[in-house]
């Protein structure tokens, strides 16, 4: 099949073939990472701009990263030296870019929906990186290539999201992506922070993280996200962590094999206790190295797709 699309916004949209071709571009991708020379042309003459309207370690970085090894040219957005600190909006600031020949934005924005809003109103193609509580398309994107590459196969797999699923934007890409592509998915965090649209996910809920976790293959690992929390949803972190943080004892009724991911950033001894995030550190770098293949893969899909890249 052929990809079709100028903007990658989120999984919701893209069907079970189009993440499919995503993924097995990605391996394409990760075999050119793992050259002497880590460089192909394919973006030769393309400025792709990174407007980021909230902090990111990985997905900036990877972004960044991706880019050059596609041999675009890359315009970095600084927020507090742009003139959003003087009032200028989204959509003029975005226009600007446009107009400086920006042919594709990635854009990170507090606002869910953003990415939608220029993709309507621009000529660039748009890759979300992140709105808000909504959709992280690239990040979803690369759990699925890492637990491809680990167990291979989606389909059949017991996979467990747990946490702050209300607020997550990772949970609710891979949510969609998982179940498009095969895969038991349970959720399970406090019943205040498991969002309503769940009931029509096609997922099984948990609150209890011991029943959630027997015989997972996987295990994904959210953080909490206190920036995004406008009440007090648990009582305190120290019983949230009592409750649906992960240790070596509960980890002992998943599968023997499980994977535990988590997409970065750790709070340590909060989500995961720290003898656990060490054990998993090989896959969360793994889930970060596997993020410049698959954004290398999204970039070459989009400018495939032939239109203004
Ligand atoms: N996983 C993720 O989105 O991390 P950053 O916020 O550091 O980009």
């Given amino acids: 099949m052929t990809f079709q699309r100028k903007h990658i916004l989120g999984l919701e949209e893209l069907t079970a073939e189009e993440i499919t071709l995503v993924l097995d571009t990605a391996e394409s991708m990760k075999e050119v990472s793992e050259r002497d020379v880590k460089k192909v042309p394919a973006l030769r003459g393309v400025t792709v701009c990174n407007l980021f309207y909230e902090p990111s370690t990985r997905t900036r970085s990877s972004f960044e990263i991706a880019e050059k090894r596609l041999s675009a040219d890359v315009l ?9 600190t003087k009032g200028e909006t989204l959509l003029d600031t975005a226009r600007n870019l446009e107009a400086m020949g920006a042919g594709v934005i990635v854009i990170r924005h507090p606002m869910s929906g953003a990415p939608w809003l220029l993709a309507k109103e621009l000529d660039s193609s748009i890759i979300n990186a992140g709105d808000g509580s909504h959709e992280h398309p690239s990040q979803a994107l690369l759990d699925l290539f890492t637990i ?22 990772v949970a609710r890409s ?36 011991d029943d959630a976790i027997e015989g997972a293959d996987v295990i994904i690992m959210l953080r909490i996200q206190m920036e995004r929390q406008e009440s007090v949803y648990f009582p305190s972190l120290r019983e949230y ?37 060490d054990d998993a550190g090989s896959v969360i770098l793994a889930q970060v190295s596997n993020g410049i293949a698959v ?13 203004n890249v």
């Fill in 76 to 84: 970095n957005f600084t927020l507090s030296h742009s003139s959003v």
């Fill in 148 to 169: 491809r590459e680990i167990k291979g196969r989606i389909k059949g797999l017991k996979v467990v999201i747990v946490g702050d699923i209300l607020h997550s934007r």
């Fill in 174 to 209: 891979n949510i969609w992506g998982l179940v498009k592509l095969g895969a038991e998915v349970r959720v399970v965090g406090p019943p205040t922070l498991i969002p309503k649209y769940i009931e029509n996910a096609k997922v099984r809920t948990f609150y209890n993280l």
């Fill in 241 to 277: 962590s009592r409750f649906y943080g992960l240790t070596r004892e509960k980890l002992k009724r998943a599968s023997e094999d499980v994977t535990v991911m988590h997409p970065g950033p750790i709070n340590r001894g909060i989500e995961l206790s720290s003898d656990i995030a």
């Fill in 295 to 307: 954004r290398m893969a999204m970039f070459y899909l989009v400018a495939s797709a032939g239109r």
